[in-house]
Structure formats: C-alpha cells, structure tokens
C-alpha cells in the first residue's frame, strides 16, 4: 500500500498564503502523477492542480497564477504554494497520487485531505 500524509492547512485572512505538503510513502515502485484536488461544502471534488511524471504542470482556471504545485522526486512529496488565497478557495484539499509498486499496476491513492479555510 501507497501511504499519503497531508499536512499545511489551516486558517488565513484572505490575500494571505499556505503550504501544502503531501509525502507518499511505502514500497513505491515509481510515481507517474501527483496532484491536489478540493472540495468546498455542496460541491464536487475538483482538480486544482496536476504535476505528471514528465514534469507538467496543469492548473485550474480559478487558481492560475497564485498557486504553484511542486514535487521533491527524492522525497516522494507534493506540494501546493498557494499565494493571494480568497475566500472561495476555502475547501478540503486533498492530494492525490498515481503511483505503482512493484510488481503491480499504478493504482490511484488519495490523502485524508486538509480543511483549509480563507476568512476575516
């Protein structure tokens, strides 16, 4: 099994900024994706934020330009800058990683994801 740990959330005023981390651990073979998806209350989970194995980087129109996503190959870890962060960001984030072990397909894995909240 593919472990993720998020980590980063929490409270900011709006204009403010936060850093999501996400380590994937286990007997990881290679990771072919990571990415960050939200959820506000009422919505469906969206795609924030995609980095592929070959290095691209895709971004949903509402975030383009304040968020950054990053990943650490030698850490197995993901992670979203997320700057001039509004109100309408506030979400659970959840990372999610494509990932194969050895001997098996790439199989999809999702974090437990982290309530980050834009607010005065």
């Known amino acids: 099994q593919v472990q993720l740990v998020e980590s980063g959330g929490g409270l900011v005023q709006p204009g403010g900024s936060l850093r999501l981390s996400c380590a994937a651990s286990g007997n990881i073979f290679i990771i072919n994706a990571m990415a960050w998806y939200r959820q506000a209350p009422g919505k469906e989970r969206e795609l924030v934020a995609r980095s592929t194995s070959g290095a691209s980087t895709n971004y949903a129109d509402s975030v383009k330009g304040r968020f950054t996503i990053s990943r650490d190959n030698a850490k197995n870890t993901v992670y979203l800058q997320m700057n001039s962060l509004k109100p309408e960001d506030t979400a659970v984030y959840y990372c999610?990683?494509?990932?194969?072990?050895?001997?098996?397909?790439?199989?999809?894995?999702w974090g437990q994801g982290t309530q980050v909240t834009v607010s005065s």
């Open positions: 999610n990683v494509v990932a194969q072990m050895i001997g098996e397909i790439p199989r999809n894995y």
